[in-house]
């Protein structure tokens, strides 16, 4: 099952650590976004990006928070100095166009990221 | 300040009868609604789509409704089986390409046998 991968599954930072969360899109993807569900809430966005470049972080938290798609290799989200506030599942997801009824978004199993 | 609103948390059908979610939303700028189903676990996974231009889309026991002057759609998922038992999520965007989706909360569906 080529799906979109994340990893980890389960990640546990202290806070003031970093934390680094990964995503293999599905074979064939090139479009990749973030999205972050706190507790009792929906997916909210974060980012989208396509290789090498971030084409849409209008979610994104202005500070602390970043991420890539780099040619090689996983995406990376990426969050400095973590607080507990940060503690979310994070869902990563790709497609092979830039999304709509042509190309939908195939979402991976998820990152929960538990600051303590 | 929710675009997307799911105002039932939950739903309980018996097995075999009609399942109906709901979705109300505030911004007249979306024209691409879909319908993502999430169990435990596991990301959410693309069930049906519609675009402001249709009113309704069909595929196997799943329809989506929309009403654009309401600004309300729905799903239909008949008829309900055990399996469909999931959180159920609307989404929208401003956008045909879908990319920065507006999730609701999610409704619980529970199909009893």
């Known amino acids: 099952n080529a799906g979109v991968m994340q990893n980890p599954r389960h990640l546990v930072r202290r806070r003031g650590q970093e934390a680094r969360l990964r995503c293999s899109p599905m074979?064939?993807?090139?479009?990749v976004y973030w999205y972050r569900q706190l507790p009792e809430e929906g997916l909210k966005f974060m980012v989208y990006l396509q290789k090498e470049n971030i084409i849409d972080e209008s979610g994104m938290p202005k500070e602390r928070f970043s991420a890539e798609f780099p040619k090689e290799g996983p995406s990376i989200l990426r969050i400095q100095q973590v607080v507990r506030g940060d503690s979310a599942a994070y869902f990563c997801?790709?497609?092979?166009?830039?999304?709509?009824?042509?190309?939908?978004?195939?979402f991976g199993n998820g990152t929960r990221l538990t600051v303590t | 300040d929710q675009q997307v609103k799911q105002n039932s948390p939950s739903l309980s059908v018996q097995e075999g009868r009609i399942s109906i979610l709901n979705c109300d939303y505030t911004n007249s700028m979306f024209d691409y609604f879909l319908w993502y189903k999430k169990y435990p676990a596991e990301g959410p996974t693309f069930l049906i789509s519609?675009?402001?231009?249709?009113d309704k889309n069909e595929d196997g026991r799943f329809t989506v409704f929309l009403n654009k002057s309401a600004k309300h759609l729905s799903l239909h998922i008949v008829p309900s089986q055990p399996g469909d038992s999931a959180v159920y999520f609307c989404a929208a965007s401003e956008n045909q390409a879908g990319t920065a989706l507006i999730f609701g909360k999610g409704t619980t569906l529970s199909v009893s046998s």
């Open positions: 997801a790709s497609s092979k166009g830039q999304g709509g009824s042509n190309s939908p978004l195939h």
């Open positions: 519609i675009s402001s231009i249709k």
């Open positions: 074979k064939g993807h090139s479009h």
